[in-house]
Nanobody, 126 residues
């Protein structure tokens, strides 16, 4: 199983970035996809997730109103549109696939995921 995250980069505070997580059609049809981030010296934290069944979306409080997760089935890709970025959003961002979806309580926990992509670095300058 391959998950390929991309789209990171350097952006000024207040700017936007769109991350992409490319996966197989099977994965997108049967697995929820989550975005996590890990800043230096901090634990990995859940940012957002999207259900494979009904497309329901969930967000961490820090992401609500600024980030949008979406899925393009034709491109087998899940996106994380990030706006109004802050320096504290600086981290390596990872996408992951979860077979058993149980809402935010489960999809926010990194230990419940089955597959992980490599990270993509997002740096927000002040």
């Amino acid at each position: 199983v391959q998950l390929q995250a991309s789209g990171g980069g350097l952006v000024q505070a207040g700017g936007s970035l769109r991350l992409a997580c490319a996966a197989s059609k099977f994965i997108l049809e049967h697995y929820a996809i989550g975005w996590f981030r890990q800043a230096p010296g901090k634990e990995r934290e859940g940012v957002s997730c999207i259900s494979s069944k009904d497309g329901s979306t969930y967000y961490a409080d820090s992401a609500k109103g600024r980030f949008t997760i979406s899925r393009d089935n034709a491109k087998n890709t899940v996106y994380l549109q990030m706006s109004s970025l802050k320096p504290e959003d600086t981290a390596v961002y990872y996408c992951a696939a979860q077979r058993l979806f149980g809402g935010w309580e489960m999809c926010s926990q990194a230990t419940t995921y089955d597959y992980w992509g490599q990270g993509t670095l997002v740096t927000v300058s002040s």
